[in-house]
């Protein structure tokens, strides 16, 4: 495998890897934070659509603005198309990332960056760390929000509270104005597009293979080979 990757192709993968767990991390925060605010259990979810469907259903019931609202919304579908693209790179093989079988022309726009290059990766793994910073910063807006509202109208500490709930807004906000200005995410193939590849590459090596037995058993086989 070192053989046939560069040392860059292979930290990026293993970057990858280490940042969509950090921000899967911080989706479970974000659910613990809306799902206590909003009164709903609290149990452990592993289904991305079902954790996703939760927060927004937790999110309908905060005293958020509609556009804070709509921002981390939006974000978590964000988060649902990247755990889609990790998966792909989960279950990416040696043949797609040395590019021995490419994508089909009509499935990659053409000026695109090619997928599994370190470049690509890197480009995602900057997503990924920008999208983990900014649904880190909703949970934290979420939880001041909710502990604003548990405080007593004369309590004293509530000016603090305030002003930290203005600054985790002005960074929540801001993080997701910083990730829109990333570079474009490149295209990375489906698994069913994976699939097809790895049918394309099985049908050339078995190709390969019957021609080459075609060669080395053609001229025993061939009439008047055998004895008079």
């Not at 613990?32 to 259903?57: C, L």
């Not at 949970?139 to 309590?155: E, H, P, Q, R, V």
């Not at 709930?165 to 474009?184: E, N």
Request: charged share 25%.
């Amino acid at each position: 495998m070192k053989q046939e990757l560069t040392k860059f192709q292979l930290a990026a993968i293993g970057a990858v890897a280490l940042a969509y767990n950090e921000l899967d991390v911080t989706v479970d925060a974000l659910l613990f934070v809306v799902a206590g605010s909003a009164n709903y259990g609290r149990e452990s979810i592993s289904d991305t659509n079902t954790k996703i469907a939760t927060i927004a259903k937790g999110l309908a019931h905060l005293d958020l603005e509609p556009d804070d609202k709509k921002q981390i919304n939006e974000a978590l579908g964000v988060f649902r198309e990247f755990t889609i693209y990790r998966d792909v790179v989960n279950h990416v093989r040696i043949m797609n990332l040395t590019g021995m079988v490419e994508l089909s022309p009509k499935s990659r726009k053409t000026k695109s960056v090619a997928p599994f290059s370190d470049k690509a990766l890197n480009i995602f793994y900057d997503h990924l760390i920008a999208l983990e910073k900014e649904l880190s910063s909703a949970a934290m807006l979420i939880k001041g929000i909710s502990t604003l509202k548990s405080l007593a109208s004369n309590d004293p500490s509530k000016g603090l509270y305030e002003e930290g709930k203005r600054v985790c807004s002005f960074q929540f906000r801001g993080y997701g104005t910083r990730r829109q200005t990333l570079p474009p995410l490149p295209r990375f193939p489906s698994e069913s597009e994976l699939r097809e590849l790895k049918m394309r590459w099985q049908e050339a090596q078995q190709a390969e293979i019957m021609a080459w037995l075609s060669v080395w058993v053609g001229p025993r086989s061939s009439p008047g080979s055998g004895e008079a």
